[in-house]
């Protein structure tokens, strides 16, 4: 599985950015986003199911984020609103097989 990811950049608190990530191959289940503020571990952010039914955030970003995907094609996105300093990092992409397969990161910066 391959997975290329955009989207990131530069935004003041309280704006909004689009990740995009498109993943390349067969029997991806979960698709979802995590991320790595500076200093610190990869975190949860969200993920949806194979269908799309299913749904999970972290409690930080519930009411601000939006994570959707494409079945057809096995793009997943995330719609981040309100954007706080705080959610700054670099944010991976993730596509599930039968293991975990990690994009290749894209930069998010918060300024207050």
């Known amino acids: 599985v391959q997975l290329q990811a955009s989207g990131g950049g530069s935004v003041q608190a309280g704006g909004s950015l689009r990740l995009s990530c498109v993943a390349s191959g067969d029997r991806i289940a979960v698709m979802g986003w995590y991320r790595q503020p500076p200093g610190k571990e990869r975190e949860l952010v969200a993920t949806?199911?194979?269908?799309?039914?299913?749904?999970k955030y972290a409690d930080s970003v519930k009411g601000r984020f939006i994570i959707s995907r494409t079945g057809y094609v096995n793009t997943v996105y995330l719609q981040m609103n309100n954007l706080q300093p705080e959610d700054s990092g670099v944010y991976y992409c993730?596509?599930?097989?039968?293991?975990?397969?990690w994009g290749q990161g894209t930069l998010v910066t918060v300024s207050s």
């Open positions: 949806i199911s194979r269908d799309a039914t299913q749904t």
């Open positions: 993730l596509a599930t097989t039968n293991r975990f397969n």
